[in-house]
């Protein structure tokens, strides 16, 4: 067959074939290409895109990089050296592009240069040019890499290095040829450390033909010596990828087994409860193969469309051994890691290639036959339409959803908790979506953890020097009452009731900000599918003192110096924008109180009254007092400053003010800022900047 002249109609038949794959690809891979909902286990594309956050915020690009989902200490879950993150950080800064852009944009240029060294590969088999489109558009038009060369996820760059080394591989064991043995080792070496999983399936028809080089040298009688050339060629080309390996592996790997909840993750972990690494006896199993059969059927076509067109193959004897040869490592690689491939689909990202490579040739072979040209013609079109109809059944479903990913109360938390603080995460596993979207760093307590009191003592110690602003609590673990108290008792979190709740959870906020949030969802259309609990807000909120520990108050008060040491907030304590800044509410009853510094000259306050509250003429402020007094031992105080603006009848009090006042300090003294109501608290929406003393 492949020897086998190709026709002029066979050629444009080909190619038109290929044309329309192609773009049919790019519209599916950019169909809602800006939408930041990530469909598709959005679970794991979060940790992907947890990791690209904080080194884009941090600008970490080292590889002791944080992944702050499973509590201190944040560097805690190396899976990956971070290659495509750092792609999609770069990317997003070049560009000016969100996260999840620039994310897809690297997924897809990874896929689509995939091709050309597939394409190189099919040439190596030996057949020609215009044959080799045929599997090239069964792989563009496959659901699997229409929907996940578009997701937040390192597969399709891994997949591209894979199929380079394998390229460079057979090139430098047939030549050898230095040049392609350097292209082997450094993208051999990206693809182990970026995910090894992906690379072990290429891996596979590598070994294969390197085991058939040794064999023909066998066979020919060329001596030992040039089996040990074969040999060292082959292993030169892998050596360093898997030292490489090896290292990150031993670097890695105490990380994840010192911390109290990442230790499921080490390499053993992974590679025998997720992976099932050549765990034989599950692959006898009728679950994992019902499993395995439907995500055929989701990420490829009907079994049945898979199982005629191989036999098909096996059945025409020109094709029979290419069919079985290139089909071979998409079957290999399940048995490898059976677990991971049966509830994963995005794992099957890095063999299906395989499979098309076999259907193929099937197709290629029944081109040569002699049945009637238009049975042929539907017979070559008939798993390409397999494929369109499995994507729009499933895939393009998810891919149809308009959302921006997370939840209501994900995008409260990130508006109105503050930047630093910590929330907890419980009935989530390590489904790293709330953390992501809220912005926030997190303890997840994995499932089942909730009721290991051992290990929530020692989390729960290694945040004492942090603010935890919320307890996230979903599914079940909303009715785990021990659990729920356990938290409120050790970070002071209001749990008499939820703060607010949402279709499958429960979010309970500390003291704090609870009053605040509720006040904000009462009056905010903003943020829809929440709930307040029953009889919230009926009673007026009780001020009370909160103080806070001096590295808390630092994060909590980024744009104080000195920090407060106390505040009191009638209306509970949040954190507003206001234009691309955020500031402080403190409508009134408003304290702060904190400690100058010695020989301090001048106080700087920048402040003002949100144009909201007095731009109607019907309903606004009256005005609101800033003052500040300074509080001597005892009941000694005097008076430092006071303004009453009152912006509605006076527009100079308008707008952003910033007041230098002159101070000296007196021993013993503590400043407090204060707001006050003029005759009402009516609209007196007030807010703090900054406040300086120095």
């Not at 999840?100 to 997924?107: K, P």
């Not at 279709?503 to 829809?528: C, E, F, M």
Request: net charge neutral; aromatic share 14%.
């Amino acid at each position: 067959m492949d020897s086998s002249p190709v026709s002029r109609k066979e050629r444009w038949l080909l190619t038109g074939l290929f044309a329309v794959a192609l773009i049919y690809s790019l519209y599916g891979v950019t169909y809602n290409w800006t939408m930041g909902f990530m469909s598709g286990h959005e679970f794991r594309q979060a940790h992907t895109a947890i990791v690209a956050y904080y080194i884009d915020k941090q600008n970490n690009f080292s590889l002791l990089y944080e992944v702050p989902i499973f509590g201190k200490p944040w560097v805690s879950l190396l899976l990956e050296v971070p290659i495509y993150e750092w792609a999609v950080v770069l990317l997003s800064r070049l560009t000016g592009w969100p996260h999840i852009v620039a994310a897809r944009t690297v997924s897809a240029a990874c896929f689509y240069l995939t091709l050309p060294a597939i394409w190189l590969l099919l040439g190596r088999l030996g057949l020609p040019k215009p044959r080799r489109l045929l599997p090239l558009a069964l792989i563009l038009s496959a659901p699997l890499y229409i929907y996940y060369s578009r997701a937040f996820l390192m597969d399709s760059m891994a997949l591209m290095f894979s199929a380079w080394w394998l390229l460079a591989f057979v090139r430098a064991m047939d030549n050898r040829c230095w040049r392609w043995l350097a292209l082997a080792v450094v993208t051999g070496t990206a693809a182990a450390v970026i995910k090894s999983a992906v690379w072990a399936a290429w891996l596979v028809p590598g070994a294969a033909y390197g085991a058939w080089l040794l064999w023909r040298d066998a066979r020919t009688r060329a001596g030992w010596m040039a089996g040990l050339k074969t040999t060292a060629w082959g292993l030169a080309t892998v050596v360093v990828a898997l030292l490489a390996l090896r290292a990150w592996v031993a670097y890695t790997d105490p990380i994840k087994a010192a911390h109290a909840s990442a230790w499921i993750f080490t390499s053993k972990n992974l590679t025998q409860g997720n992976w099932g690494l050549f765990d034989l006896g599950v692959l006898f199993s009728r679950e994992l193969w019902g499993h395995l059969l439907h995500c055929w059927e989701q990420g490829i076509m009907s079994r049945w469309f898979i199982f005629a067109g191989l036999l098909l193959g096996l059945a025409l004897p020109a094709v029979r051994w290419k069919v079985l040869g290139t089909a071979a490592p998409f079957f290999l690689a399940q048995f490898m890691f059976p677990f991971a491939y049966a509830y994963q689909d995005y794992y099957f990202y890095a063999c299906a290639v395989f499979l098309h490579a076999g259907l193929g040739y099937a197709l290629l072979g029944l081109i040569d036959t002699r049945l009637p040209r238009w049975l042929v013609i539907l017979l070559v079109l008939a798993p390409f339409a397999a494929q369109v109809r499995a994507y729009w059944q499933d895939y393009r479903v998810g891919q149809s959803i308009w959302h921006h990913g997370g939840y209501s109360f994900t995008e409260l938390l990130r508006d109105h908790t503050p930047e630093d603080s910590v929330i907890i995460v419980a009935g989530a596993d390590w489904a790293g979506v709330t953390p992501l979207y809220a912005q926030r760093k997190a303890l997840m307590v994995r499932n089942g953890l909730e009721h290991d009191r051992t290990y929530l003592e020692r989390a729960f110690q290694d945040l004492q020097d942090e603010e935890v602003c919320a307890l996230v609590v979903f599914n079940d673990v909303r009715k785990n009452r021990a659990f729920i108290d356990m938290v409120a008792a050790r970070f002071d979190i209001d749990v008499t009731q939820p703060t607010l709740s949402f279709i499958t959870a429960d979010v309970y906020a500390s003291r704090t900000y609870s009053k605040g949030l509720q006040l904000i969802l009462k009056n905010s259309r903003k943020y829809p599918q929440l709930e307040l609990p029953p009889g919230a807000l009926d009673d007026e909120p009780v001020k009370g003192v909160i103080t806070f520990p001096a590295e808390m108050a630092r994060r909590t008060f980024p744009t104080f110096s000195p920090a407060p040491q106390r505040a009191s907030f009638q209306f509970g304590m949040d954190w507003l924008m206001h234009g691309r800044q955020g500031v402080l509410s403190v409508h009134p009853d408003a304290d702060l109180w904190l400690e100058p510094p010695a020989g301090a000259k001048e106080i700087r306050w920048s402040y003002g009254i949100f144009a909201g509250a007095y731009e109607n003429p019907a309903a606004h402020t009256d005005g609101v007092e800033f003052i500040v007094q300074g509080e001597g031992p005892g009941d000694a105080s005097r008076l430092i400053y006071r303004r009453l603006l009152d912006p509605a009848r006076n527009p100079a009090d308008r707008g952003d003010q910033h007041e230098v006042v002159p101070y000296v300090p007196v021993p013993g003294e503590v400043l407090r800022f204060s707001t006050r109501p003029f005759e009402h608290s009516a609209f007196d929406w007030a807010y703090t900047i900054k406040i300086e003393v120095k």
